[in-house]
């Protein structure tokens, strides 16, 4: 089986895929340890406390979720996820510990409960990321880096037969390779480099979904982008990754305050400033719209030198590096594009829509987040739904032979020729994202924003020449063709939700409609590369192909 990425999710599939006999390899776009896991800074949620215990853990998330998690799949994370975290320990990472030993547990917002494990103080990710990268490299997998995976091949029954992927460095210009596997697991992470600021790295450029999309696999929920609410302020006109200002830090009693020193999510919602994201977002942007500012403050003084050395070494550093003493001064912060709760759909062992081909962590939906994520269950959920990939993969090798064969792939059927933008599409396409799709968004704003990225689409495709090719292939250009990809997805289903729910926030539809939008909005790309959008009858997901196959059987 072929891995495809290397954060938490992906690492997490192949040493349980590789323990359980199967040949595995690993391919990801830059290095080992390049992933957003390496800058996860919060922690990773887990009902490790005592008095603490997976219900309540699955309540908090229920709520923060805003009626649409599917409450199996928040059961599954939740009760899994204890065991799955030690298992991660097993691996080799370290997590803070108090004096006795045991783990040190914080609290982030929409937690009731101190339930945040973390390591390094604000490093939790990294030392995740070191742990399975050394793992991985101790248990001889085979990995190819810095490998841009572009299509999903597939056999003539429509099943996974592996991968193409272009080798950054190797070859041609334009020139490909594949990895042939009957099952491939999405790992890819996020798409927050589809808007012009984001705390996600510049490798997040959504190619897992639009893959999946080519692949024929179903989307849904792309609409709920996190927006993390304290991201540190460089500027208006910044652009690309953002240094991040970790919950934790709220978590430990930092204050949100204007300009002019007003704690202003007091009153705003029970948990003020540990508020679940979405409404510490919408607090922020608020009072920015309020005072016409450019941005609000963290302030966190209070914690003295000795704590923020100690406690946030990364942040701090990262304050220091722009000019910003946190120790000293508050921090100036604004919202940015942080997690995609939304993505390619899947099961409770996920798999997706496409016989084969699986999807775990920032890259899938399998129901867990809903229309906004709880901080810190990313971390949790690549991890128990990796686990749950690998022990579905290895079942089916072992009990029916279905993963045993490697399928031979055929072309791919005629249809239109998938045009390529030129690489500086991105920058047009990441502006109109901030401008129509940000934090605040409306029928207007959406309408234009659909426009202009039809008019790229429509521009690109009139491009092509009579080799079926418009930009020169490389890198570049498949990101910007990935992003558009993703872009039109998210507005069309932002368009269709006339609400406002979790992340997602239209003015002109301020209230929350149970009767009509509790369920979720399902993309899948037609042969012609339109958009064939649906909604479900719940919030349930409807069932993936595998389970009709199984009760038809």
Same mark, same amino acid.
């Given at each position: 089986?072929?891995?495809?990425?290397?954060?938490?999710?992906?690492?997490?599939?192949?040493?349980?895929?590789?323990?359980?006999?199967?040949?595995?390899?690993?391919?990801?776009?830059?290095?080992?340890?390049?992933?957003?896991?390496?800058?996860?800074?919060?922690?990773?949620?887990?009902?490790?406390?005592?008095?603490?215990?997976?219900?309540?853990?699955?309540?908090?998330?229920?709520?923060?979720?805003?009626?649409?998690?599917?409450?199996?799949?928040?059961?599954?994370?939740?009760?899994?996820?204890?065991?799955?975290?030690?298992?991660?320990?097993?691996?080799?990472?370290?997590? &803070?510990?108090?004096?006795?030993?045991?783990?040190?547990?914080?609290?982030?917002?929409?937690?009731?409960?101190?339930?945040?494990?973390?390591?390094?103080?604000?490093?939790?990710?990294?030392?995740?990321?070191?742990?399975?990268?050394?793992?991985?490299?101790?248990?001889?997998?085979?990995?190819?880096?810095?490998?841009?995976?572009?299509?999903?091949?597939? &056999?003539?029954?429509?099943?996974?037969?592996?991968?193409?992927?272009?080798?950054?460095?190797?070859?041609?210009?334009?020139?490909?390779?594949?990895?042939?596997?009957?099952?491939?697991?999405?790992?890819?992470?996020?798409?927050?480099?589809? =808007?012009?600021?984001?705390?996600?790295?510049?490798?997040?450029?959504?190619?897992?979904?639009?893959?999946?999309?080519?692949?024929?696999?179903?989307?849904?929920?792309?609409?709920?982008?996190? =927006?993390?609410?304290?991201?540190?302020?460089?500027?208006?006109?910044?652009?690309?990754?953002?240094?991040?200002?970790?919950?934790?830090?709220?978590?430990?009693?930092?204050?949100?305050?204007?300009?002019?020193?007003?704690?202003?999510?007091?009153?705003?919602?029970?948990?003020?400033?540990?508020?679940?994201?979405?409404?510490?977002?919408?607090?922020?942007?608020?009072?920015?719209?309020?005072?016409?500012?450019?941005?609000?403050?963290?302030?966190?003084?209070? =914690?003295?030198?000795?704590?923020?050395?100690?406690? =946030?070494?990364?942040?701090?550093?990262?304050?220091?590096?722009?000019?910003?003493?946190?120790?000293?001064?508050?921090?100036?912060?604004?919202?940015?594009?942080?997690?995609?709760?939304?993505?390619?759909?899947?099961?409770?062992?996920?798999?997706?829509?496409?016989?084969?081909?699986?999807?775990?962590?920032?890259?899938?939906?399998?129901?867990?987040?809903?229309?906004?994520?709880?901080?810190?269950?990313?971390?949790?959920?690549?991890?128990?739904?990796?686990?749950?990939?690998?022990?579905?993969?290895?079942?089916?090798?072992?009990?029916?032979?279905?993963?045993?064969?490697?399928?031979?792939?055929?072309?791919?059927?005629?249809?239109?020729?998938?045009?390529?933008?030129?690489?500086?599409?991105?920058?047009?396409?990441?502006?109109?994202?901030?401008?129509?799709?940000?934090?605040?968004?409306?029928?207007?704003?959406?309408?234009?924003?659909?426009?202009?990225?039809?008019?790229?689409?429509?521009?690109?495709?009139?491009?092509?020449?009579?080799?079926?090719?418009?930009?020169?292939?490389?890198? &570049?250009?498949?990101?910007?063709?990935?992003?558009?990809?993703?872009?039109?997805?998210?507005?069309?289903?932002?368009?269709?939700?006339?609400?406002?729910?979790?992340?997602?926030?239209?003015?002109?539809?301020?209230?929350?409609? &149970?009767?009509?939008?509790?369920?979720?909005?399902?993309?899948?790309?037609?042969?012609?590369?339109?958009?064939?959008?649906?909604?479900?009858?719940?919030?349930?997901?409807?069932?993936?192909?595998?389970?009709?196959?199984?009760?038809?059987?």
């Amino acid at each position: 089986m072929v891995v495809v990425g290397s954060g938490v999710a992906g690492l997490t599939a192949a040493l349980r895929c590789e323990a359980a006999g199967l040949t595995t390899v690993v391919v990801t776009k830059a290095r080992l340890d390049d992933g957003s896991t390496r800058w996860a800074q919060g922690g990773i949620a887990a009902a490790l406390g005592d008095g603490d215990t997976p219900e309540q853990h699955l309540q908090d998330t229920l709520v923060a979720g805003a009626g649409l998690c599917d409450e199996e799949a928040v059961r599954l994370l939740v009760t899994e996820g204890p065991d799955a975290v030690r298992r991660l320990i097993s691996t080799g990472a370290h997590f &803070d510990t108090d004096d006795g030993g045991d783990i040190q547990l914080t609290r982030e917002g929409g937690h009731h409960r101190r339930r945040i494990a973390h390591a390094g103080g604000d490093a939790t990710g990294a030392e995740i990321s070191r742990a399975l990268v050394e793992a991985v490299r101790a248990r001889g997998l085979r990995t190819v880096e810095n490998a841009l995976v572009l299509d999903l091949l597939t &056999d003539a029954e429509g099943r996974t037969a592996g991968v193409t992927l272009h080798v950054m460095g190797e070859g041609q210009h334009d020139g490909v390779g594949a990895v042939h596997a009957p099952a491939v697991v999405l790992a890819t992470g996020g798409m927050g480099q589809v =808007f012009s600021a984001t705390t996600n790295p510049s490798v997040s450029t959504g190619d897992g979904v639009a893959l999946a999309l080519r692949a024929g696999a179903e989307v849904s929920d792309l609409e709920f982008v996190q =927006f993390h609410p304290t991201v540190l302020f460089l500027g208006a006109d910044a652009e690309g990754q953002q240094p991040l200002v970790s919950e934790a830090v709220r978590g430990e009693g930092a204050h949100l305050v204007d300009g002019d020193g007003v704690r202003f999510m007091v009153g705003q919602h029970e948990l003020a400033e540990l508020a679940p994201r979405d409404i510490v977002a919408k607090g922020i942007t608020r009072r920015m719209l309020e005072q016409d500012a450019e941005h609000m403050f963290l302030d966190a003084r209070h =914690f003295g030198a000795d704590m923020w050395e100690h406690r =946030f070494p990364t942040i701090l550093a990262a304050c220091r590096a722009n000019g910003i003493d946190p120790v000293t001064e508050p921090i100036p912060i604004a919202p940015a594009a942080h997690y995609a709760s939304g993505g390619v759909r899947t099961d409770a062992r996920g798999r997706t829509t496409v016989p084969g081909l699986y999807a775990c962590g920032e890259v899938a939906c399998t129901g867990v987040h809903g229309a906004n994520r709880l901080a810190s269950n990313s971390l949790l959920e690549g991890l128990v739904y990796a686990e749950r990939i690998a022990a579905d993969i290895a079942a089916g090798h072992a009990g029916n032979g279905l993963h045993a064969r490697v399928p031979a792939p055929v072309p791919v059927p005629e249809r239109p020729a998938h045009p390529l933008l030129a690489p500086e599409a991105r920058f047009a396409i990441q502006r109109t994202m901030t401008d129509g799709a940000g934090v605040l968004r409306s029928a207007e704003s959406l309408e234009k924003a659909a426009d202009q990225l039809q008019r790229l689409h429509s521009e690109a495709r009139d491009a092509l020449d009579e080799n079926g090719k418009t930009a020169e292939p490389g890198v &570049d250009t498949w990101e910007a063709t990935n992003l558009l990809c993703v872009a039109r997805v998210l507005v069309a289903a932002a368009r269709l939700r006339e609400e406002t729910r979790g992340c997602h926030w239209r003015e002109d539809r301020a209230e929350r409609d &149970d009767t009509a939008w509790r369920r979720h909005i399902v993309v899948r790309l037609n042969p012609d590369r339109s958009l064939a959008v649906h909604t479900t009858d719940s919030a349930h997901f409807p069932p993936t192909r595998h389970h009709r196959l199984s009760q038809e059987q």
